[in-house]
């Protein structure tokens, strides 16, 4: 199953009620589709080229009562981390705590929901460069309430922060989620889809 492929499972399966987190939004691909057929759609992007670029999108596509944005990386810890200062809109960037000339914020998935107006998701997409595993277990409270998770893997960017997707997939797991691959691994980057058999 290709990326357009995973995409058209995400938009069968939302639902009208449905709050949806957009994690590593980049653009707002996913986050469009999200404000456009769900309740809610919360995008979470770290590279403020890429800010810029999906608060334009939603705009232009006229879903900005329909969308909230928040300019952070996710992680399993509150810090700061690097941006490429030559950053351009719409490209995937890894981040890193060392280089690059623009620091952003990192915050835990968790302490966003319990320190603000975001709703707690119903969906979650992440494809965030290797810090998935991070972010996860940043997200463990939050993702009780979470029907339904689309998780790009990236094995070799997962290495740099000294995990990997058997990381993932225990995460997923050990907080309630039946998980299935939706391509091939052997690329090293692929596609999880986990759904919470008691809240499907």
């Known amino acids: 199953m290709h990326e357009r492929q ?3 499972d995400f938009i069968r399966s939302l639902r009208s009620d449905d709050i949806v987190w957009d994690c590593g939004s ?6 469009t589709f999200a404000a456009e ?18 608060s334009y999108n939603l705009s232009q596509n006229d879903l900005d009562d329909e969308s909230t944005i928040i300019a952070t990386a996710l992680g399993s810890s509150e810090g700061t981390v690097a941006v490429p200062a030559d950053a ?6 890894k981040l890193s705590s060392s280089g690059g000339s623009t620091q952003v914020p990192i915050k835990c998935g968790d302490d966003i929901t319990g320190s603000t107006d975001v709703p707690d998701p119903t969906v979650l997409t ?7 595993a991070d972010a996860l277990d940043g997200l463990r409270e939050t993702l009780t ?6 998780v790009e893997v990236h094995e070799d960017l997962l290495a740099d922060y000294g995990r990997s997707a058997d990381d993932v997939m225990n995460i997923l797991e050990e907080t309630g989620f039946n998980v299935s691959c939706l391509n091939e691994r052997r690329s090293g980057n692929y596609h999880l889809k986990a759904v919470a058999n008691s809240r499907e």
């Open 126 to 132: 992440m494809d965030i460069e290797g810090a998935e």
């Open 88 to 93: 351009k809109p719409g490209e995937n960037h």
């Open 26 to 31: 980049n653009v707002g691909l996913y986050a």
């Open 6 to 8: 995973v995409l058209e």
């Open 145 to 150: 309430n979470v029907r339904l998770a689309y």
């Open 37 to 54: 057929i769900a309740a809610e759609s919360v995008a979470i992007e770290p590279a403020p080229s890429n800010v810029s670029a999906l």
